[in-house]
């Protein structure tokens, strides 16, 4: 009778063992996996943020030409401090809608036409709703704008509201949307932040937000910690159970 109990016990219990294991294993792979991930994304975020903090601060180069603009990407070019050269098309500005400081807000962005006949589209600043009705024109003649090379916004921020191409309205900075509507081309996909000049003007320039979220070493010490409760879990299981065994 007692070697009966003990021999169907004995199945049922190690069934046990083997489907916790397994439950175990997945667990505590996933989770280093994802921990691992992370460090590694957290070395590549630290090396993006001292790259483009090298961009910011290095001297203006030319803004790239109509040759060089289908290698443009945001990894390897956005925030890239700029030079161009051209004239503002006139009464040409688009503003863009932004939540600012001062209330509602929009970015003033002007079409600048190089030598070439290309398109850069400048983000003159930004500039209170209060004080769009006095806003002074882009400068008349050939000017120099000095600036930071951005990349198009194909995402609103949260909440904004779609771009209406067919009534000329945008509410974020999507440059291929704005030069396609108003039949630009050639354009640059890209546009420019100007670097502040005057201060007390509007619309006022240098207003770019250079900051990255960076929350990787946060992740990776979650899931690590996930892996080592999976790993300290399974070991008190274990414990448990040879504990029972052998006290049976």
Do not use: C
């Not at 630290?46 to 030319?62: C, G, M, S, W, Y």
């Not at 290698?71 to 161009?84: A, L, N, Q, S, W």
């Not at 002074?136 to 600036?147: D, F, I, L, R, S």
């Not at 619309?203 to 929350?215: D, K, S």
């Amino acid at each position: 009778m007692g070697a009966g109990v003990s021999s169907g016990r004995r199945p049922r219990r190690w069934g046990r063992i083997l489907a916790v294991t397994l439950a175990a294993a997945i667990g505590l792979g996933g989770f280093s996996a994802l921990a691992v991930w992370q460090v590694k994304r957290l070395h590549w975020k630290l090396d993006l943020i001292e790259r483009v903090d090298a961009r910011v601060h290095a001297a203006p180069v030319p803004v790239p030409g109509q040759a060089d603009w289908p290698g443009i990407t945001r990894e390897g070019d956005e925030y890239r401090h700029v030079t161009v050269t051209g004239e503002y098309l006139p009464d040409a500005d688009i503003p863009i809608y932004v939540p600012s400081d001062w209330g509602p807000a929009y970015w003033i962005l002007t079409p600048l036409k190089q030598a070439d006949g290309s398109i850069v589209m400048v983000n003159r600043g930004m500039a209170p709703e209060t004080e769009l009705a006095d806003l002074p024109p882009a400068p008349a003649g050939e000017v120099t704008v000095t600036g930071l090379l951005r990349i198009s916004e194909d995402k609103g921020w949260l909440f904004s509201q779609d771009n209406d191409p067919a009534n000329r309205k945008w509410y974020r900075r999507d440059i291929g949307s704005i030069t396609g509507t108003l039949d630009y081309d050639p354009a640059a996909p890209f546009f420019v932040d100007a670097d502040l000049v005057d201060p007390d003007a509007w619309p006022r320039a240098g207003m770019t937000v250079v900051q990255f979220r960076n929350a990787h070493l946060s992740y990776a010490l979650t899931w690590g910690a996930l892996a080592l409760l999976v790993a300290g879990g399974y070991g008190l299981f274990l414990r448990q159970e040879f504990r029972g065994r052998d006290e049976a």
